[in-house]
């Protein structure tokens, strides 16, 4: 999803939370073995008091009973009525809740995930929002890492990965300044990786350090996205844009985070960087002085190559043909000037 996209749906999701999350409005459910459920704080009174709320209170009663009973079945089926007969009710988001749990709990994910779903768009002010998050993060986690759904609760499916990806991608939209932000981020750069999309990999590590610099996770970040940067060059002949962004996020990591463990593999990474750009030079340099013969340039790309990277073995390569250059530049210099200097030869005309 664009990211003008992400930042809308945000900004509704933000806006609806407020006005759901007014005073007065809000109210929280409160299960009792003996009495059932009964609602505390907001404008609730009225409705459990009518006919429709002693209904839907009987629906759920009966519900949450059945599943403390382990009849998850006959939990899941009133769940289901009190979710399409009251959508609007103080019971909705708690139906939509449990009966998600158990759906996630049979490997149903697809139908989990969507009922959590509806909560995030259609009750925000669900006081166990933070659960909802917990719970989209962990199907998107057993998704990304093969736990095979079940269809009908029994029988193995294909692995969704994919779907797992979409789900992680799915609550960095829901909840963007939460704690699962900067973790969705990471685990879908992780699956990105793992499934080859490299791409959408350095994407999803670019979004985590512009979103989350402060985060505990960003040093990570920072690692892999200069890796990932350093794979895409295939050597020292092709574009080596990549290596120059690698190199970068190099830097950044050993200036910004000193102290951490892996500063070593930061600075190696930052080191192989200069190697191949040294490198890359050395070949355009290689190019003009053999198969061109063209001096001036090819001491234009061996002196870049002891810029970048003065201490390397490269620079010692390229010193070394310079001083060949200079050692042909010169004899060609004296055979000039032997020629210019010398007596004039005889000519002798025939007519």
Same mark, same amino acid.
């Given at each position: 999803?664009?990211?003008?996209?992400?930042?809308?749906?945000? /900004?509704?999701?933000? !806006?609806?939370?407020?006005?759901?999350?007014?005073?007065?409005?809000?109210? =929280?459910?409160?299960?009792?073995?003996?009495?059932?459920?009964?609602?505390?704080?907001?404008?609730?009174?009225?409705?459990?008091?009518?006919?429709?709320?002693?209904?839907?209170?009987? *629906?759920?009663?009966?519900?949450?009973?059945?599943?403390? *009973?382990?009849?998850?079945?006959?939990? %899941?089926?009133?769940?289901?009525?009190?979710?399409?007969?009251?959508?609007?009710?103080?019971?909705?988001?708690?139906?939509?809740?449990?009966?998600?749990?158990? +759906?996630?709990?049979?490997?149903?994910?697809?139908?989990?995930?969507?009922?959590?779903?509806?909560?995030?768009?259609?009750?925000?002010?669900?006081?166990?929002?933070?659960?909802? *998050?917990?719970? $989209?993060?962990?199907?998107?986690?057993?998704?990304?890492?093969?736990?095979?759904?079940?269809?009908?609760?029994? #029988?193995?499916?294909?692995?969704?990965?994919?779907?797992?990806?979409?789900?992680?991608?799915?609550?960095?939209?829901?909840?963007?300044?939460?704690? +699962?932000?900067?973790?969705?981020?990471?685990?879908?750069?992780?699956?990105?990786?793992?499934?080859? =999309?490299?791409?959408?990999?350095?994407?999803?590590?670019?979004?985590?350090?512009?979103?989350?610099? &402060?985060?505990?996770?960003?040093?990570?970040?920072?690692?892999? !996205?200069?890796?990932?940067?350093?794979? /895409?060059?295939?050597?020292?002949?092709?574009? $080596?844009?990549?290596? $120059?962004?690698?190199?970068?996020?190099?830097? &950044?990591?050993? #200036?910004? +985070?000193?102290?951490?463990? &892996?500063?070593?593999?930061?600075?190696?990474?930052? &080191?192989?960087?200069?190697?191949?750009?040294?490198?890359?030079?050395?070949?355009?340099? =290689?190019?003009?002085?053999?198969?061109?013969?063209?001096?001036?340039?090819?001491?234009?790309? +061996?002196?870049?190559?002891?810029?970048?990277?003065?201490?390397?073995?490269?620079? =010692?390569?390229?010193?070394?043909? %310079?001083?060949?250059?200079?050692? !042909?530049?010169?004899?060609?210099?004296?055979?000039?000037?032997?020629?210019?200097?010398?007596?004039?030869?005889?000519?002798?005309?025939?007519?």
């Amino acid at each position: 999803m664009p990211s003008a996209s992400r930042r809308i749906c945000f /900004i509704i999701t933000l !806006l609806t939370a407020w006005v759901f999350a007014m005073p007065g409005l809000r109210a =929280d459910l409160v299960w009792e073995p003996k009495t059932g459920w009964r609602a505390e704080g907001g404008v609730s009174a009225t409705f459990m008091n009518s006919v429709e709320g002693r209904s839907a209170k009987a *629906l759920m009663d009966q519900a949450r009973r059945s599943e403390d *009973l382990g009849s998850k079945g006959s939990a %899941l089926s009133s769940y289901k009525k009190v979710i399409k007969r009251y959508p609007a009710s103080v019971f909705a988001p708690e139906a939509l809740f449990r009966s998600a749990r158990i +759906y996630e709990n049979r490997r149903i994910f697809s139908k989990a995930h969507t009922n959590l779903q509806r909560i995030v768009q259609e009750h925000p002010a669900y006081p166990n929002f933070n659960e909802v *998050l917990g719970a $989209q993060f962990r199907i998107a986690e057993k998704l990304a890492n093969g736990v095979r759904p079940l269809y009908f609760g029994l #029988i193995p499916g294909f692995r969704q990965r994919d779907k797992g990806l979409e789900f992680f991608e799915v609550l960095v939209v829901n909840a963007p300044y939460s704690e +699962y932000g900067p973790l969705a981020l990471m685990n879908a750069a992780r699956g990105y990786t793992k499934s080859g =999309d490299r791409d959408a990999a350095i994407d999803a590590l670019d979004r985590m350090i512009n979103n989350y610099p &402060d985060s505990f996770l960003t040093s990570d970040a920072y690692l892999k !996205l200069a890796t990932a940067q350093s794979s /895409i060059t295939q050597g020292p002949p092709y574009d $080596q844009s990549s290596t $120059q962004l690698a190199l970068t996020y190099f830097q &950044d990591y050993t #200036i910004l +985070y000193p102290g951490e463990a &892996d500063v070593s593999v930061a600075n190696k990474g930052y &080191d192989d960087s200069r190697v191949m750009l040294a490198e890359s030079k050395m070949t355009m340099g =290689d190019f003009y002085y053999k198969k061109r013969s063209n001096y001036k340039a090819a001491k234009v790309f +061996y002196n870049e190559a002891i810029t970048l990277f003065p201490e390397s073995a490269t620079a =010692d390569r390229a010193r070394k043909n %310079l001083a060949r250059i200079e050692q !042909l530049e010169s004899g060609a210099s004296d055979t000039a000037g032997a020629k210019q200097e010398g007596p004039r030869a005889k000519r002798f005309w025939v007519f």
